[in-house]
């Protein structure tokens, strides 16, 4: 009976740890890294979309935004209008007025990449179950990222942190 009741115990402490315990870790397809870097750059907003930024999750460090695409990585590339929500990843995005949100996630694991392109892919197709959701105060990030595609590849982070920033070419 004790043992049952320190179990108990041990078991409530976990779960409540578990709602402020980021891992800080992205995963594709099985392959799971510590995030040592983090690059963002913002997008201003044109005719047609909303204001957005792009956020690169990568297990290698590094000073500046990498030249050449990395061979594991996790992008995500998203509108102003979609910060803070929890996106359900396997419905297409609500495009009602202009500007239109904007969502793109990328995935490399070493030869495989995935995309997720809400602007192009039939999602309800590409993607069955997942979801998204990421905070942005100034250079700082939270995200919880969780997709499941149709064909057995999986996407998913936990990380939450200071990015740094760089300038988007022209």
Request: proline content about 6%; aromatic content about 8%; overall charge negative.
């Amino acid at each position: 009976m004790l043992c049952l009741a320190g179990a108990l115990a041990l078991a409530a402490a976990s779960c409540k740890d578990e709602k402020t315990v980021t891992v800080q870790t992205i995963c594709v397809n099985g392959l799971i890294y510590e995030v040592k870097t983090a690059i963002y750059a913002e997008e201003p907003a044109d005719a047609e979309d909303e204001a957005a930024f792009e956020l690169g999750l990568f297990p290698t460090e590094f000073t500046t935004p990498p030249e050449e695409e990395p061979d594991f990585y996790i992008g995500i590339d998203m509108s102003e209008s979609l910060w803070g929500k929890t996106i359900d990843l396997s419905e297409p995005l609500d495009r009602n007025t202009l500007p239109w949100p904007y969502l793109f996630i990328t995935a490399k694991n070493g030869g495989e990449r995935i995309t997720i392109d809400y602007d192009e892919d039939p999602i309800s197709e590409k993607i069955s179950h997942g979801s998204l959701s990421v905070t942005k105060n100034g250079d700082r990030f939270a995200v919880k990222l969780s997709v499941m595609l149709s064909d057995g590849q999986y996407i998913s982070a936990d990380w939450k942190g200071t990015a740094k920033k760089a300038e988007i070419p022209e």
